[in-house]
């Protein structure tokens, strides 16, 4: 999985609000092209975002990821203290991200703040 400065390689031209499908190829370490087209086939389209309802279920369910294990906000601070926040997503609002291997998905030197005020959801993908 290859990373760059302005997110993921394989990135559609033109594409914006992708947060969810760069997320879940950094998470799932899937390409982007597969990640695009799970989220399309579940109603994602372009330059829109997409809930949780509806890309969760898509993702376990066609086996691009084992499981999602739901996290408090608690949580990501204890892991993020230990060193130890890897291979998650997080939701703030109005955006979504993930963590895998050192590789962020917003990109290089992009790490959004997460404070509780705007700390929404996070799961630990296995």
Do not use: Q
């Not at 982007?32 to 369910?61: H, S, V």
């Not at 084992?66 to 608690?74: E, F, G, Q, S």
């Not at 509780?116 to 993908?125: D, L, M, P, T, Y």
């Amino acid at each position: 999985m290859n990373s760059n400065l302005y997110g993921i390689e394989g990135r559609k031209p033109n594409e914006n609000r992708d947060c969810v499908v760069r997320a879940l190829t950094v998470a799932a370490n899937i390409p982007y092209e597969i990640a695009w087209l799970a989220t399309a086939i579940k109603g994602r389209r372009k330059g829109c975002g997409m809930y949780d309802k509806d890309w969760l279920p898509t993702f376990k369910a066609n086996g691009l990821c084992n499981d999602a294990d739901k996290l408090d906000y608690v949580d990501i601070k204890l892991f993020e203290m230990a060193g130890t926040l890897d291979n998650v997503i997080i939701c703030i609002k109005g955006h979504l991200f993930a963590i895998r291997n050192g590789i962020h998905s917003d990109g290089v030197g992009r790490k959004p703040i997460v404070n509780k005020s705007n700390f929404v959801a996070a799961w630990r993908i296995r």
